[in-house]
């Protein structure tokens, strides 16, 4: 009787031979002649392997979130309640009292206190915030961070199965490439439907490639630059997309050779040349979340300013100006100076 871990092993070893049988059966179906790649087969084993513990992870993983946001925001709220208390019983300070302030300590006194105060409310700020959002990099760590990963190392010989997700899905959109071109008829109009729909989730997969496969710095410029092609490249697959409904067959198999590419250069860790198309002149894909939360911080802070500066209450004949002056640093702030360049050019 075999012991339960030979078990799990067993049937970790099957996953992963289907996975790589469904994907040789897809493209002989496609007509594409090419052996799968070592270091492709490798990663999409790797996957199915750990696929049930990741699941299992990830559950854990958004448990500990949940408590840990839950307790961090009754702090929050402790906090928050203690500081109202304090701050009704004190009395505001009057102009007269701050002038009397600048006039018998002198400006530097003024200027190191209002320093002081500004730093001490930072630094609460920092840690608030770090309480807040430290139940995000825990469970990040549980449910195996390429990340928390590449910072802190592990056992020699393994690595995250989250790592090889995009390849895992690359596949997935192969296959169904491959279940499409074989059928006839309505059969294949439902098939090719269904396409698009698993090529969006591996789309967002390499779009966040500089962040799962791990090899990538949070912060820096190399992160720009992939991040610039990979949007590039989902856009180009998008392009592909388009063509289903036109030339289906012909498609199917430009898009399945264009995954094939993408599932080898990724699990090669060539995140910056996933495909040997001209990129140039293709637009980048937009994240639609990020484009929604920077438009949000966009809006906000724009109507913050301009009640700021209403505020201030100076002379009509400059304030337009500030107040259009205030907008356009916001649009810089929030979208970059060459977006805002290019959307003076159109």
Same mark, same amino acid.
């Given at each position: 009787?075999?012991?339960?871990?030979?078990?799990?092993?067993?049937?970790?070893?099957?996953?992963?031979?289907?996975?790589?049988?469904?994907?040789?059966?897809?493209?002989?179906?496609?007509?594409?002649?090419?052996?799968?790649?070592?270091?492709? #087969? /490798? =990663?999409?084993?790797?996957?199915?392997?750990?696929?049930?513990? &990741? +699941?299992? %992870?990830?559950?854990? $993983?958004?448990? !500990?979130?949940?408590?840990?946001?839950?307790?961090?925001?009754?702090?929050?709220?402790?906090?928050?309640?203690?500081?109202?208390?304090?701050?009704?019983?004190?009395?505001?300070?009057?102009?007269?009292?701050?002038?009397?302030?600048?006039? #018998? /300590? =002198?400006?530097?006194?003024?200027?190191?206190?209002?320093?002081? &105060? +500004?730093? %001490?409310?930072?630094? $609460?700020?920092? !840690?608030?915030?770090?309480?807040?959002?430290?139940?995000?990099?825990?469970?990040?760590?549980?449910?195996?961070?390429?990340?928390?990963?590449?910072?802190?190392?592990?056992?020699?010989?393994?690595?995250?199965?989250?790592?090889?997700?995009?390849?895992?899905?690359?596949?997935?959109?192969?296959?169904?490439?491959?279940?499409?071109?074989?059928?006839?008829?309505?059969?294949?109009?439902?098939?090719?439907?269904?396409?698009?729909?698993?090529?969006?989730?591996?789309?967002?997969?390499?779009?966040?490639?500089?962040?799962?496969?791990?090899?990538?710095?949070?912060?820096?410029?190399?992160?720009?630059?992939?991040?610039?092609?990979?949007?590039?490249?989902?856009?180009?697959?998008?392009?592909?997309?388009?063509?289903?409904?036109?030339?289906?067959?012909?498609?199917?198999?430009?898009?399945?050779?264009?995954?094939?590419?993408?599932?080898?250069?990724?699990?090669?860790?060539?995140?910056?040349?996933?495909?040997?198309?001209?990129?140039?002149?293709?637009?980048?894909?937009?994240?639609?979340?990020?484009?929604?939360?920077?438009?949000?911080?966009?809006?906000?802070?724009?109507?913050?300013?301009?009640?700021?500066?209403?505020?201030?209450?100076?002379?009509?004949?400059?304030?337009?100006?500030?107040?259009?002056?205030?907008?356009?640093?916001?649009?810089?702030?929030?979208?970059?100076?060459?977006?805002?360049?290019?959307?003076?050019?159109?």
């Amino acid at each position: 009787m075999r012991s339960p871990r030979a078990f799990l092993r067993a049937r970790s070893q099957a996953r992963g031979d289907k996975a790589i049988e469904d994907l040789k059966a897809a493209l002989g179906q496609l007509g594409i002649d090419e052996a799968i790649p070592e270091p492709l #087969e /490798r =990663g999409l084993r790797h996957y199915t392997r750990y696929e049930v513990r &990741l +699941a299992a %992870a990830s559950i854990v $993983a958004l448990w !500990v979130a949940g408590l840990w946001s839950a307790a961090a925001f009754g702090l929050l709220v402790r906090a928050g309640t203690a500081v109202a208390a304090t701050a009704t019983n004190l009395s505001t300070p009057s102009l007269a009292s701050v002038e009397k302030l600048w006039n #018998e /300590r =002198g400006p530097e006194s003024f200027w190191i206190a209002s320093l002081m &105060l +500004a730093g %001490a409310m930072a630094l $609460a700020a920092l !840690v608030l915030f770090l309480i807040a959002s430290s139940g995000f990099f825990i469970s990040s760590m549980l449910s195996g961070s390429p990340t928390a990963y590449r910072i802190l190392g592990t056992r020699k010989g393994w690595y995250p199965a989250l790592i090889y997700r995009p390849v895992y899905h690359a596949t997935q959109v192969i296959v169904k490439c491959g279940r499409a071109i074989r059928e006839h008829g309505e059969e294949k109009v439902i098939k090719v439907g269904e396409v698009p729909t698993v090529s969006a989730q591996a789309r967002d997969d390499i779009q966040k490639a500089h962040r799962l496969r791990g090899t990538i710095a949070p912060f820096g410029r190399r992160k720009k630059v992939i991040r610039d092609h990979t949007a590039r490249v989902a856009a180009r697959l998008q392009e592909i997309e388009d063509d289903l409904f036109r030339t289906p067959d012909d498609a199917l198999r430009m898009l399945a050779t264009s995954w094939l590419s993408i599932a080898e250069r990724y699990a090669e860790g060539r995140i910056g040349a996933l495909l040997d198309d001209d990129l140039s002149t293709v637009e980048p894909a937009r994240t639609r979340i990020r484009d929604r939360l920077r438009d949000a911080l966009a809006v906000a802070l724009t109507v913050g300013t301009v009640f700021f500066t209403a505020s201030l209450e100076l002379p009509q004949a400059i304030e337009g100006y500030v107040i259009a002056g205030s907008a356009v640093a916001v649009l810089i702030l929030v979208y970059g100076s060459k977006a805002v360049l290019d959307r003076r050019v159109r």
